[in-house]
């Protein structure tokens, strides 16, 4: 999918790029997936729908990448490091102040089960947010095992992503709040840290 992108993409300015996904968003959360239509972006972004599919092929790929640019960089992710895998788990989770993360989370309500019942939206989903985000964090992890804080053989280490989701989700659905610093933060000294062996101060 990636590759096909890069081939099928013409030109575009950053500006207009991060104002066309910018409307996409908006929509997604308006609207919900399933009614978001390449039609009302383009009326909302005063571009043409063919203008849409040249540059991302169809509705999942470009609501998919809109949900990546508006997240911090992949190469961010696993490029931080603190010293300690608290501190690095901290930073990561500093990235998106309490505004952000509850936008992200009305996103993510928002594509709710469409991820599910869309193979297009999930194949992107997996590729374009999923993995680039396991890879990062499994590079985070590595260099806490490198510096003998985590256990090489701990079980926990290929589920920090779904702890890390967990909890996000969990905030909403089970607390009917949206999860902000403090709570993750929190949720990191109790569940996650624990769950690697890691002892929290």
Known sequence: MAEAATARRSRITPEREAELYGATLDLLREVGYEALTMDAVAARTRSSKATLY?????????????????????AELADIDTGSLRGDFQALLLREDDCAMEQSSALMRALGMAVHGNPDLLQAFRELLIEPETVGLRKVIQRAVDRGEVRADNPAADYVLHMMIGGFVARTVVDEQPPTQAYLLDYLDAVVLPALGVPVP
């Open 54 to 74: 040249r540059q991302w092929g169809g509705k999942a790929e470009l609501v998919v990448r809109a949900l990546r640019h508006s997240k911090p960089g992949v």
